[in-house]
């Protein structure tokens, strides 16, 4: 975000938190962006043009739980845990049966896969799955990693004028640095994809009621049975 704001004479202030904590930070105006959402048609708030990221979100598994991978159909019936707040299932291809737990990290996510509490552990893979398999030296003879889909990342934002200006701002600014090159430059550095505009394509944006979610009246509530933590 300072790559994209400052030479434009805009500062940025960032804070690290817990998924559902800096969305409750957007919704009390303690901040201006949400970093890292999904495009979701939601009531009340809006997203930029441009994406930041193209997530790969994937599954961690130990192998003899799996004889032959099937991707969603893999999933049903078995004990997904993902990180609270993530809904991963909005943007499934297809609506199946799962027992789902939010965690807290993934570190305690893949503790109760190791603790036979858990089936499937979900999160993104080169930001997630990957970096935590090697900090907890897992052995990959054991487990396994597959990808069960592709959806690109967005700065998310209340319906306000303040934040029509700054979208305005951020996608300006990301049509000159990719038309120029210097996007990609700076991915590379950071040993990151590019993206790409034609990562459109991977975007699902579904609409969403936030109420009938809470409340378990939506469209998953037959096919998601909540797990006590």
Same mark, same amino acid.
Request: net charge positive.
């Given at each position: 975000?300072?790559?994209?704001?400052?030479?434009?004479?805009?500062?940025?202030?960032?804070?690290?938190?817990?998924?559902?904590?800096?969305?409750?930070?957007?919704?009390?105006?303690?901040?201006?962006?949400?970093?890292?959402?999904?495009?979701?048609?939601?009531?009340?708030?809006?997203?930029?043009?441009?994406?930041?990221?193209?997530?790969?979100?994937?599954?961690?598994?130990?192998?003899?739980?799996?004889?032959?991978?099937?991707?969603?159909?893999? %999933?049903?019936? *078995? &004990?997904?845990?993902?990180?609270?707040?993530?809904?991963?299932?909005?943007? !499934?291809? #297809? +609506?199946?049966?799962?027992?789902?737990?939010?965690?807290?990290?993934?570190?305690?996510?893949?503790?109760?896969?190791?603790?036979?509490?858990?089936?499937?552990?979900?999160?993104?893979?080169?930001?997630?799955?990957?970096?935590?398999?090697?900090?907890?030296?897992?052995?990959?003879?054991?487990?396994?990693?597959?990808?069960?889909?592709?959806?690109?990342?967005?700065?998310?934002?209340?319906?306000?004028?303040?934040?029509?200006?700054?979208?305005? %701002?951020?996608? *300006? &600014?990301?049509?000159?640095?990719?038309?120029?090159?210097?996007?990609?430059? !700076?991915? #590379? +550095?950071?040993?990151?994809?590019?993206?790409?505009?034609?990562?459109?394509?991977?975007?699902?944006?579904?609409?969403?009621?936030?109420?009938?979610?809470?409340?378990?009246?939506?469209?998953?509530?037959?096919?998601?049975?909540?797990?006590?933590?």
């Amino acid at each position: 975000m300072e790559y994209i704001f400052k030479p434009i004479a805009t500062d940025v202030e960032s804070f690290q938190k817990p998924f559902m904590r800096a969305f409750d930070d957007l919704n009390s105006g303690k901040v201006d962006a949400h970093v890292g959402s999904f495009a979701i048609d939601m009531e009340g708030y809006i997203f930029p043009r441009w994406h930041f990221y193209l997530s790969h979100i994937g599954v961690i598994f130990k192998k003899d739980k799996v004889a032959k991978w099937q991707g969603y159909k893999t %999933l049903s019936n *078995n &004990r997904v845990g993902w990180i609270r707040g993530y809904y991963f299932n909005l943007f !499934f291809d #297809k +609506k199946i049966p799962i027992q789902l737990l939010e965690v807290s990290n993934l570190t305690q996510c893949i503790n109760l896969i190791k603790s036979g509490r858990l089936d499937f552990c979900m999160d993104g893979m080169i930001n997630g799955l990957h970096p935590i398999s090697k900090q907890m030296q897992l052995s990959m003879d054991e487990y396994r990693i597959e990808t069960l889909y592709k959806e690109p990342t967005f700065l998310r934002f209340l319906d306000t004028p303040r934040s029509k200006k700054i979208i305005a %701002l951020y996608d *300006n &600014r990301m049509d000159y640095l990719y038309n120029s090159g210097k996007l990609a430059n !700076f991915y #590379k +550095k950071l040993k990151l994809p590019p993206i790409s505009p034609k990562e459109e394509k991977f975007i699902k944006r579904p609409k969403i009621n936030l109420k009938d979610i809470l409340a378990g009246t939506d469209d998953w509530a037959a096919y998601i049975k909540y797990i006590n933590p």
